[in-house]
């Protein structure tokens, strides 16, 4: 037998955990008056952090299904939504018309909503999933473009559960018993918590059978179907799966916000999704807070210091910017910036110890 | 001579129409319980094309396939599949992605199971099954002596372990009937010669090998049986000596190619 060795991905996750829990109690701490944004020079501030933590729960999805099942979803941003309503509709709507009253105003009763939500939008995509997933390439994307579409128009539709255009407000904060996961300071916390549970999670599903098996299908859907793997079956499920993480980030989303409407969930969101998994890189759930965190670093560098390099009016400039350096990492990082750094990592090793060599493979 | 033996996979009238061009005419012939059967005949002759429809990867035009009896028409490949039917692929389709083991514990999706939750938090019964799966894998690599290479990427194996992996990974599924496509194509003589022992153990451990190959020498010192097909009809079907003495398939198949090739 060999020695028994902790998996790189437990070491990873755990360094992981500990390095965005550090970075979170700098503003609890605030050692030496420091704020959490001093340490990044006023580019990414604790708000950014805790968008980077719901993103990165999202494309965690968005990598088991595209990645790992090869199945691509353009309509994301729909999962998303369904999550953000469900725990507003819920947790505001209750409590205002008196349904359910010294249920729907308990301090647990945000946690169900959130739960019932992750439910209801799984059910929804194993619904619509049986039928689109039979499609394939672009026609699959097509179809999930149409269901963003479309969970998007209906959301601006009845105004007196959703709100209409103008959403829903005075979504409440989340409370544990008599604690408020409130300021922003604490809800980091619940945000980047659950972010690496759903990382575990992830990770516990790719080394699992059911992840094999969309391996599987990610390179031969017939080899996969003749070894006994239900092809259709386990499409769907990847699709449910990323859903239901879809969800539980649109309910923190929501809380955070304290509102919700239609706008952040439409298809430029649900593009951005993909970009951000595409440029995290797809061969691996660590693609996800990487793949976010880059698109989120740049995009706010941009609109803080292109002003001072371009004086120009007008932000058309930040938007070429934006693409031009999008462009230039799947030209030079196809396979993300994740891979693509691991990679550059291992070499510089290499170049230290040149005897080093090639002895892990 | 083993006409008293369990009918396993009995085709009638299977035909196959690709858009006019009839792939498969009407073919019938019986696989017997503990038999190996080769499928011979020259290039596009339908070998393959029957593998497809056996195994549910196409979908027959008509006629009827039926394994213990249980039409198999109409069902999708991993249902087949857990009925008890393997095979492996002309062109051998490994799961590039994996490693050795790995593709071989895909085999074991059927045949295991465990629930949602335990895979999300890797429960006690997820690791428990990945375990059981595991060790499963493992034995299967043992069988075809690809154990030492259990770590490797799939696709760095040289070509003939790459086809042994297939069969390992079919053999994961636990199938009674195991359909080879061109197992013994791009090996060399000793890699042959293995092959052709572990297909003879394979049999001696209660697997019915039903066949497809070029390499008529090879096929004629394995089979209990050989089926010659051409352009997409069955022309023999019999012992190997009756075959070969057969006036239309040496006219038709062994007349120009293997008397060119031996």
Not at chain 1, 193 to 204: H, M, Q, T, W
Not at chain 1, 238 to 253: E, T
Request: with cysteine.
């Amino acid at each position: 037998m060999q020695t028994r060795r902790i998996p790189a991905n437990t070491v990873g996750l755990v360094v992981f955990a500990l390095v965005v829990f550090a970075l979170g109690a700098v503003d609890l701490v605030r050692p030496f008056g420091l704020r959490f944004s001093d340490l990044t020079g006023r580019v990414v501030t604790l708000d950014t952090m805790i968008r980077i933590g719901i993103l990165t729960i999202v494309v965690v999805g968005l990598n088991l299904l595209m990645g790992y099942a090869g199945q691509i979803s353009l309509g994301q941003a729909g999962f998303y939504a369904l999550g953000a309503y469900a725990s507003a509709i819920l947790s505001t709507l209750a409590a205002r018309h008196g349904i359910l009253p010294g249920i729907s105003d308990a301090w647990w009763w945000p946690w169900l909503a959130m739960l019932a939500g992750m439910g209801l939008t799984g059910l929804f995509a194993y619904l619509v999933g049986r039928p689109i997933l039979r499609l394939k390439g672009n026609y699959l994307a097509m179809a999930t473009l149409g269901l963003g579409f479309i969970i998007n128009i209906f959301s601006a539709e009845f105004p007196s559960i959703t709100g209409g255009n103008d959403g829903l407000t005075e979504i409440p904060r989340l409370r544990i018993g008599e604690f408020l996961l409130w300021p922003m300071q604490r809800y980091y916390f619940l945000v980047w918590g659950a972010a690496v549970l759903v990382i575990l999670v992830a990770l516990n599903i790719v080394n699992s059978r059911i992840g094999r098996a969309l391996r599987a299908i990610h390179t031969g859907e017939t080899a996969a179907a003749t070894c006994g793997v239900d092809t259709e079956r386990a499409k769907v499920q990847a699709l449910v799966i990323s859903a239901m993480m879809a969800s539980l980030a649109g309910s923190l989303y929501a809380h955070f916000q304290s509102a919700v409407s239609p706008n952040p969930f439409g298809f430029t969101t649900s593009v951005e999704l993909v970009t951000m998994a595409a440029v995290g890189g797809l061969s691996s759930v660590w693609g996800a807070p990487f793949g976010v965190a880059t698109l989120y670093v740049i995009g706010d560098l941009i609109k803080s210091r292109m002003e001072k390099i371009l004086p120009l009016q007008g932000g058309g400039y930040e938007l070429i910017l934006y693409g031009l350096l999008l462009v230039l990492i799947m030209i030079f990082l196809p396979s993300g910036v994740t891979a693509g750094g691991m990679d550059a990592l291992r070499r510089l090793r290499r170049r230290r110890r040149p005897d080093a060599g090639e002895q892990t493979a | 001579m083993n006409a008293d033996r369990e009918l396993l996979l009995d085709m009638t009238d299977l035909r196959k129409d690709f858009e006019g061009l009839m792939a498969v005419f009407d073919v019938s012939f019986p696989v017997r319980r503990g038999e190996i059967v080769s499928l011979i005949g020259p290039n596009g002759a339908g070998k393959t094309t029957i593998f497809n429809l056996i195994t549910g990867v196409l979908p027959a035009t008509s006629g009827s396939v039926r394994y213990r009896g249980r039409e198999l028409r109409g069902l999708r490949p991993h249902q087949i599949n857990a009925l008890g039917l393997a095979r492996t692929f002309q062109n051998v389709r490994l799961f590039g992605n994996m490693t050795v083991l790995e593709n071989v514990m895909v085999g074991r999706h059927a045949r295991t199971r465990y629930g949602a939750l335990s895979t999300a938090f890797r429960l006690p019964a997820a690791r428990r099954a990945e375990r059981e799966i595991r060790e499963r894998a493992m034995r299967e690599l043992a069988r075809v002596g690809l154990e030492p290479k259990a770590g490797e990427g799939s696709l760095s194996l040289p070509f003939g372990q790459q086809r042994l992996l297939e069969i390992a990974r079919a053999l994961a599924t636990e199938p009674s009937l195991l359909l080879l496509d061109e197992a013994g194509s791009g090996l060399n003589g000793a890699e042959k010669d293995d092959l052709g022992r572990l297909i003879r153990s394979l049999r001696g451990s209660g697997i019915t090998i039903l066949l497809v190959e070029h390499d008529i020498p090879f096929v004629m010192g394995l089979s209990d049986r050989v089926v010659v097909l051409e352009h997409g009809v069955l022309i023999a079907d019999g012992t190997p000596a009756q075959v070969q003495g057969d006036p239309r398939v040496i006219a038709a198949y062994l007349g120009e190619e293997v008397g060119g090739k031996c």
